[in-house]
């Protein structure tokens, strides 16, 4: 059974910084696309970040320029490196873990962490 544990969430004043983290524990099929997304009080859960394998990324666009994906294969791990945050970053922070072997895609997720960033 494969677990994603995030961590790196917190509070934050407005122009400050967080690193989030997410490591998948278990046995973990490749290959993977790895990815964060965030969900606000009152809205949908929406994408903010993914890389491939192949170190590919896509970003939504209100977060370009200011935060980073990365990863590291051999450690099973996800990262989101953000700056700049904004008051309208607040949300709750998920990582995903989608596996494409599988058809449809199969996705794990962690159990989330909160970004609150004060003005």
């Known amino acids: 059974q494969v677990q994603l544990v995030e961590s790196g969430g917190g509070l934050v004043q407005a122009g400050g910084s967080l690193r989030l983290s997410c490591e998948a524990l278990g046995r973990m099929i490749s290959p993977i696309v790895m990815g964060w997304y965030r969900q606000a009080p009152g809205k949908q859960r929406e994408l903010v970040a993914t890389?491939?394998?192949?170190?590919?990324?896509n970003y939504a666009d209100s977060v370009k320029g200011r935060f980073t994906i990365s990863r590291d294969n051999a450690k099973n791990t996800v990262y989101l490196q953000m700056n700049s945050l904004k008051p309208e970053d607040t949300a709750v922070y998920y990582c995903?873990?989608?596996?494409?072997?599988?058809?449809?895609?199969?996705?794990?997720w962690g159990q989330g962490t909160q970004v609150t960033v004060s003005s």
């Open positions: 890389i491939t394998s192949l170190g590919r990324t």
């Open positions: 995903n873990f989608r596996i494409l072997l599988t058809a449809p895609p199969y996705d794990y």
